[in-house]
């Protein structure tokens, strides 16, 4: 039996009943709302409605990335219990956590010699760094090793395809990705822009997009290009949203009535307090396996 721990971040967008039925450990990430500090623990301390319900109200977000210090305590939890870790972590392109996870398991090795703790770098986001989770639990139930395990993260890290939309520009604005006069004029006409993660976990802009059912169609259109096997796609498919569960349920329905051979229902997830502080409402997320990025 393999008993080392397989350890994520809070980011990964996914229940907390599934991350402990799948036997995966998480470390939380921390956001300030109107000055005051909460954990990002999957609606534990403040359930999401209340936070975006907050957002729209005008409060003021922030966020923090895993110290090192956290990761030492959280990965000693596990050490002094004679554990082995595979964390794998938040994408480097959008934080530095990746770089925190590292630094501490460098030194909690110089602490247990006889533990071995490994960090990758996931290049996902969201509830895509679930979907990639999910498939690293089901390897791991199969029977590999860490180090097996390992492998096989590095080699497929780039094969979980992300297509997302915002349907209010004022969260751009706010974070400072679209200009306030871009922001006022998409506004009015309606525009949605469409984005990805690349190669190297970075977001990146593809398209604008006028309309949210445009919008939807373009990323079922991405689905349907990029999927493994195309239209016999028979993996998981896992979408995620910010306060708008409608156009998320809208958006499952289009990808099951095009994708008849998927591996259960589209999985609907929420967007966390991480993550949701930076889009604010409004957001829709598809995640799906498909050939290596480029």
Not at 143 to 157: N, P, T
Request: aromatic share 10%.
């Amino acid at each position: 039996m393999n008993d080392y721990v397989l350890s994520c971040c809070s980011t990964v967008d996914l229940p907390a009943a599934q991350l402990e039925q799948r036997n995966i450990s998480f470390v939380c990430y921390h956001y300030t709302l109107d000055g005051v500090e909460y954990p990002d623990d999957l609606g534990k301390t403040m359930n999401l409605a209340e936070f975006y319900q907050r957002l729209i109200a005008g409060a003021d977000a922030t966020t923090s990335q895993v110290s090192v210090g956290q990761f030492c305590d959280y990965f000693e939890s596990f050490l002094k219990e004679g554990r082995d870790i595979l964390h794998i972590s938040l994408s480097s392109g959008i934080s530095g956590t990746y770089t925190s996870a590292c630094s501490a398991a460098e030194m909690m090795r110089a602490r247990y010699p006889e533990r071995v703790i490994e960090v990758v770098d996931s290049l996902c986001a969201s509830s895509g760094y679930g979907l990639f989770m999910d498939g690293a639990a089901d390897k791991r139930d199969e029977g590999l090793s860490l180090e097996e395990l390992r492998q096989w993260a590095e080699e497929h890290k780039t094969e979980v395809h992300h297509w997302f939309f915002s349907s209010d520009l004022h969260w751009y604005v706010k974070g400072g990705r679209v200009s306030a006069p871009a922001g006022m004029i998409g506004g009015i006409l309606g525009i949605c822009p469409v984005l990805h993660v690349d190669d190297e976990g970075k977001l990146c802009p593809m398209a604008k997009v006028r309309t949210k059912k445009r919008a939807m169609k373009a990323m079922l259109d991405r689905m349907k290009a990029e999927a493994v096997d195309t239209l016999g796609y028979s993996g998981k498919s896992y979408l995620c949203n910010s306060y708008c569960l409608d156009d998320a349920k809208e958006m499952a329905a289009m990808v099951e009535e095009a994708f008849p051979r998927l591996d259960g229902a589209v999985q609907i997830c929420d967007i966390g307090t991480v993550i949701g502080s930076h889009t604010g409402p409004g957001t829709i997320a598809l995640f799906f396996w498909g050939g290596k990025k480029r």
